[in-house]
T-cell receptor, first 117, second 113 residues
Framework: AQKVTQAQTEISVVEKEDVTLDCVYE???????LFWYKQPPSGELVFLIR??????QNEISGRYSWNFQKSTSSFNFTITASQVVDSAVYFC??????????????FGSGTRLLVRP | EPEVTQTPSHQVTQMGQEVILRCVPI?????FYWYRQILGQKVEFLVS????????KSEIFDDQFSVERPDGSNFTLKIRSTKLEDSAMYFC???????????FGPGTRLTVT
């Protein structure tokens, strides 16, 4: 079965702390894509990153970095020097690549991050 | 920067009424999706649409739901007879290709009373 697990329901940190959001996925596919989306309090879903299963290089974008580990089926997201504006719900998602799939996103339950001043 | 737009932002309706949620995907995108998010829960897939037909639908997307692309720009979700449990945020998304990132609209909050 295709599944994404975000075990951390809510995390609270003080501004400037580093924080890591965990994502563990299950899939039978050998080729798949993983995503992170941010949902700020205003409610929209903002695309952050896409990673394919063949590319295990870690990625850094400013204060954001992602650690993809196929061996542990994890795709963790770290925010360095967190800021109040990072407060949001963060969703990890998997694209189902079965032959008859329409490439729908399968979302985890999300992690609510609260960054306190 | 192009973006997906959705109208209305909030719709309140009575149980049993029909509602139509509207979306304008990004203009060069070919794949269209509807998702919903019940308050405080995960985002769930409803339906995908490509080449003027449904590609896949979830078990949530029963006979009360339908989608349409009535012209070259709009993509609509219709719920024929709303139920209390249809209250949720409904997101439209589009992508340029099948494995490209999906861009989401701001959502329509549907409240069924």
């Amino acid at each position: 079965a295709q599944k994404v697990t975000q075990a951390q329901t809510e995390i609270s940190v003080v501004e400037k702390e580093d924080v890591t959001l965990d994502c563990v996925y299950e899939t039978r596919d050998t080729t798949y894509y993983l995503f992170w989306y941010k949902q700020p309090p205003s409610g929209e879903l903002v695309f952050l990153i896409r990673r394919n299963s063949f590319d295990e290089q870690n990625e850094i974008s400013g204060r954001y970095s992602w650690n993809f580990q196929k061996s542990t089926s994890s795709f963790n997201f770290t925010i360095t020097a967190s800021q109040v504006v990072d407060s949001a719900v963060y969703f990890c998602a998997l694209v189902d690549l079965r032959k008859d799939s329409s490439y729908k996103l399968i979302f985890g339950s999300g992690t609510r991050l609260l960054v306190r001043p | 920067e192009p973006e997906v737009t959705q109208t209305p932002s909030h719709q309140v309706t009575q149980m049993g009424q029909e509602v139509i949620l509207r979306c304008v995907p990004i203009s060069n995108h070919l794949y269209f999706y509807w998702y919903r998010q019940i308050l405080g829960q995960k985002v769930e897939f409803l339906v995908s649409f490509y080449n003027n037909e449904i590609s896949e639908k979830s078990e949530i997307f029963d006979d009360q739901f339908s989608v349409e692309r009535p012209d070259g720009s709009n993509f609509t979700l219709k719920i024929r007879s709303t139920k209390l449990e249809d209250s949720a945020m409904y997101f439209c998304a589009s992508s340029v290709g099948d494995l490209y990132e999906q861009y989401f609209g701001p959502g329509t909050r549907l409240t069924v009373t």
